[in-house]
């Protein structure tokens, strides 16, 4: 069993930056890849990022490449989600989850654990 913790959502203006972190405790991630997801107000929940943690290599969906970063901390058990120059479509609900097959993968059924959430509110 893994269990996952977000953090670091809040509110910021246009423009501005915020880092998720997602910690996760139970068991090793050596063999699991990881995503992060969002659910904006009225939407359907959305893969955005993933990394696996063997190599650290990662895939970023189209609508935040080049803004946002996912990365890993091997030594905390902790996945980031660096978003910088946020817009008011970011405006979401943020999900970590743990696949435990070691690839990519977009579906919400793909991944077996999932975060509480963290609220991010971008104002215009």
């Known amino acids: 069993q893994v269990q996952l913790v977000e953090s670091g959502g809040g509110l910021v203006q246009t423009g501005g930056s915020l880092r998720l972190s997602c910690t996760a405790s139970?068991?090793?991630?050596?063999?699991?890849?990881m995503g992060w997801f969002r659910q904006a107000p009225g939407k359907e929940r959305q893969f955005i990022a993933g990394?696996?943690?063997?190599?650290?290599?990662?895939f970023h969906t189209p609508s935040v490449k080049g803004r946002f970063t996912i990365s890993r901390d091997n030594a905390k058990n902790t996945v980031y989600l660096q978003m910088n120059s946020l817009q008011p479509e970011d405006t979401a609900v943020y999900y970590c989850?743990?696949?435990?097959?070691?690839?990519?993968?977009?579906?919400?059924?793909?991944?077996?654990?999932w975060g509480q959430g963290t609220q991010v509110t971008v104002s215009s």
């Open positions: 989850a743990a696949n435990r097959r070691s690839y990519i993968e977009t579906g919400i059924s793909d991944y077996d654990y």
């Open positions: 139970g068991r090793s991630l050596s063999s699991y890849s």
């Open positions: 990394i696996r943690w063997t190599d650290g290599g990662t």
